[in-house]
């Protein structure tokens, strides 16, 4: 992953971060975005992270159907973020990921 790279990613997390926090509400239990099955007190947001080089990048919350901003690229990275995720190890975590895939020649 490229300074470059790092840099965005870490401003995409940080701003996604900051919705989560100002809709937590809607995290809560009883709110329309809670997993009611997953017994945790609220619901953390999944988000992909896309790549095929680790300089080109797209990324998405949620469903990874056929649709989003990481479909068609090879290499994917996953992270769970809530208010209380520490952004700076969330970005080393998806550098980890893809540098693992990349290397076993998924690209």
């Known amino acids: 992953m490229t300074p470059k790279v790092k840099e965005e990613i870490t401003a ?4 996604l971060q900051q919705d989560w926090a100002q809709n937590a509400q809607d995290w809560q239990p009883g709110g329309p975005c809670h997993d009611d099955d997953d017994g945790d ?3 953390l947001m999944l988000v ?3 790549t095929r080089d680790g300089e080109q990048w797209g990324m998405q919350t949620g469903s ?6 990481c479909y068609g690229l090879p ?3 996953q992270v769970s ?3 209380e ?7 080393r975590e998806i550098s980890d990921q ?3 895939e990349i290397l076993q020649g998924v690209a």
């Not at 995409?12 to 701003?15: D, E, G, I, Y």
């Not at 990874?64 to 901003?69: A, K, L, P, R």
């Not at 995720?85 to 970005?91: L, P, S």
């Open 85 to 91: 995720t520490d952004i700076a190890e969330a970005v």
């Open 98 to 100: 893809w540098d693992d």
């Open 81 to 83: 973020l809530d208010h």
């Open 48 to 50: 992909t992270f896309g």
């Open 12 to 15: 995409c997390l940080t701003s």
């Open 64 to 69: 990874t159907d056929y649709v989003g901003g």
């Open 75 to 77: 290499v994917w990275a």
């Open 41 to 43: 007190e609220h619901t």
